[in-house]
């Protein structure tokens, strides 16, 4: 799930261990133009503190108002809408007179959020059904292909757990490419057997291992929320795990390297048991071309591709280092400061 979203239901249960009054609004349709997706999250309290968004900050304005004025007094869920009229569009500057229908839910410890989290926490995939007469709430594991579904009677919707990222490799670059994941609400775990490297390596929130890589990718059960950069430099490192990597189920497996060094590698994963579909789904070199040098910039544009490849962002509108313009000499991988 996204960290906005995260970040909304922590705090709902942080207000709700407190005896606070609060409410978790839900976007459930939208017509026409709309700054926020189906299944966005906002949850607000007693005092008209918010987190999370709906509708980029107009339709907030209004929630907070009411509650200020009014209280929270639902005891059930409601369904509510914003820019039926050309007029309300315009006044809660919803774009191309676009219209939103939001769920309401009051919250308590009968909406079971605190136990969402811990099940999130376990990266399970969670569907929570909340009855719209009730309010009761049911959770259970979801199944393949589910999705947010509303009805008269129910709304069903998916949580997923955090999204993970597994870097090889604990040098200069993976240090910058942590600090900026964690940042962006990843669970990030570097593995490195190298004690040397290791020595004196510390990210705040970063779980660092010493295993072989490929045991640790075995390990973690990689699936869809997963993904994998490689950063050694060191065959006998990312190899192994780079071929159990693009056996999962990881959106996104990555190493470091120059077009040279990235041929040479798949040449040899082509030795592995690994198939050519497999092997296609390796990025490398790694990265968007954004003209970067530095560590810091190399790990802006890894986290780029992986942010565009988590997205879905067609990849013809992309413009990877594999398909870079090449300067003459230019195909040389610098350790940690060069391109990558």
Not at 1 to 13: F, G, Y
Not at 221 to 232: C, E, P, Y
Not at 315 to 337: N, Y
Request: with cysteine; charged share 20%.
């Amino acid at each position: 799930m996204d960290s906005i979203d995260l970040e909304v239901l922590k705090t709902s249960a942080a207000w709700i261990a407190s005896g606070r009054r609060c409410e978790l609004i839900t976007v459930i349709k939208t017509w026409g133009s709309s700054p926020r997706p189906i299944g966005a999250t906002l949850a607000i309290c007693d005092d008209g503190t918010v987190i999370g968004s709906v509708s980029g900050g107009c339709i907030e304005d209004d929630l907070i108002a009411r509650v200020r004025d009014h209280g929270i007094s639902r005891t059930a869920p409601e369904i509510v809408s914003y820019g039926i009229t050309a007029d309300e569009a315009h006044r809660f500057g919803l774009p191309c007179g676009g219209t939103i229908e939001l769920a309401i839910e009051p919250l308590a410890q009968h909406s079971r959020i605190a136990e969402l989290l811990e099940r999130l926490e376990r990266h399970e995939l969670v569907q929570r059904r909340l009855d719209l007469h009730t309010g009761a709430v049911e959770l259970s594991v979801a199944p393949p292909g589910a999705q947010m579904q509303v009805s008269d009677r129910a709304m069903v919707t998916l949580h997923g757990p955090r999204w993970r990222l597994l870097i090889i490799g604990a040098g200069q670059l993976s240090r910058f490419l942590a600090q900026i994941a964690t940042a962006m609400d990843y669970h990030v775990i570097v593995c490195d057997p190298r004690e040397e490297y290791r020595a004196g390596w510390h990210v705040d929130g970063v779980q660092l291992v010493h295993d072989m890589p490929d045991d640790t990718v075995t390990a973690m059960r990689l699936d869809h929320r997963s993904a994998v950069v490689a950063l050694t430099h060191d065959p006998k490192l990312d190899d192994l795990a780079l071929m159990e990597a693009l056996k999962s189920d990881a959106f996104y497996v990555g190493a470091i390297g120059s077009r040279l060094n990235n041929s040479k590698r798949r040449e040899r994963l082509l030795q592995f048991d690994l198939t050519p579909a497999q092997l296609a789904r390796l990025h490398g070199p790694i990265g968007l071309y954004i003209g970067s040098k530095t560590p810091s910039e190399i790990a802006i544009s890894i986290l780029a591709e992986l942010t565009a490849t988590k997205n879905g962002v067609p990849t013809g509108m992309l413009v990877p280092h594999a398909a870079a313009p090449t300067a003459p000499g230019a195909d040389v991988c610098v350790v940690e400061t060069g391109a990558v």
